[in-house]
């Protein structure tokens, strides 16, 4: 049996300047090693207004939850915009059984969410 090989964990960031937007697209699994990776991320944006997509994140631990968690702390301190685009059901169910998923503005596609985003200035 071969055995899987999994892509690291990565974030890659877009910027928007006219909307004043980052998008971090987050890539692989978020767990106790990578975690760190996102919040680097999101405290490193300067934009008033962060979308994260999780679109191809295929799971997350207890310490993602964690992650989360400090990014919208951050983004509610600094007056941010903060939302998360693409998850996956297995991402939405932990979120909900961690209890933390009303802290989330989320959508189903980056246009949906820089359409909600550009709203509030």
Same mark, same amino acid.
């Given at each position: !049996?071969?055995a899987m090989?999994?892509?690291p964990?990565? +974030?890659t960031?877009?910027?928007?300047a006219? !909307?004043?937007l980052? %998008?971090?697209?987050?890539?692989g699994a %978020? @767990?106790?090693?990578?975690s760190?990776? $996102? &919040?680097?991320?999101v405290m490193?944006?300067?934009e *008033? *207004?962060?979308?994260i997509?999780? =679109?191809? +994140?295929t799971?997350v631990?207890s310490?993602a +939850?964690?992650a989360?968690v *400090?990014?919208? &702390?951050?983004c509610?301190k600094?007056?941010k915009g903060l939302? /998360? &685009?693409?998850l @996956? /059901? *297995?991402?939405?169910? &932990? $979120?909900? /059984? @961690?209890?933390?998923d009303?802290l989330?503005? =989320?959508?189903a596609?980056?246009?949906?969410?820089?359409?909600e985003?550009?709203?509030y200035?």
């Amino acid at each position: !049996m071969r055995a899987m090989t999994s892509e690291p964990f990565r +974030v890659t960031a877009e910027s928007k300047a006219a !909307m004043d937007l980052r %998008i971090l697209k987050a890539k692989g699994a %978020i @767990t106790y090693a990578s975690s760190p990776v $996102l &919040v680097d991320a999101v405290m490193g944006a300067s934009e *008033r *207004r962060l979308i994260i997509d999780m =679109t191809e +994140v295929t799971s997350v631990d207890s310490m993602a +939850v964690g992650a989360l968690v *400090r990014a919208y &702390v951050h983004c509610q301190k600094s007056g941010k915009g903060l939302a /998360l &685009v693409g998850l @996956t /059901l *297995r991402v939405q169910n &932990v $979120l909900k /059984l @961690t209890c933390i998923d009303p802290l989330f503005d =989320t959508y189903a596609s980056l246009a949906e969410a820089e359409e909600e985003l550009a709203k509030y200035s």
